[in-house]
Nanobody, 119 residues
């Protein structure tokens, strides 16, 4: 199994920046992809950005050019750098970790970290 802990959320003004961190432990050698999701009030959880073990990335259209996902393999940590933040980015952000074990896909989630963009 994999343990997932997010951090780095907070209150920021429009146009500001935050960096979220997702630290993992456990069977980290089995991880093939990690990603950030968010859930705004009254909305469903949506994918924000993802990165594979090979380094391929993908982003939601709403954050392209503003957010960057990256990873530090030595620390088993993935980051989400968020720039030019907008009020619409306000949400709880969750880290997702995916592994494959004997042909079965497993997903692990952190507890979430709140991001609030407001003046």
């Amino acid at each position: 199994q994999v343990q997932v802990v997010e951090s780095g959320g907070g209150l920021v003004q429009p146009g500001g920046s935050l960096r979220l961190s997702c630290a993992t432990s456990g069977r980290t050698s089995s991880i093939y992809a990690m990603g950030w999701y968010r859930q705004a009030p009254g909305m469903q959880r949506e994918l924000v950005a993802g990165i594979t073990s090979g380094g391929s990335t993908n982003y939601a259209d709403s954050v392209k050019g503003r957010f960057t996902i990256s990873r530090d393999n030595a620390k088993n940590t993935v980051y989400l750098q968020m720039n030019s933040l907008k009020p619409e980015d306000t949400a709880i952000y969750y880290c997702n970790v995916r592994i494959v074990r004997i042909g079965i896909d497993y997903a692990y989630w952190g507890q979430g970290t709140q991001v609030t963009v407001s003046s």
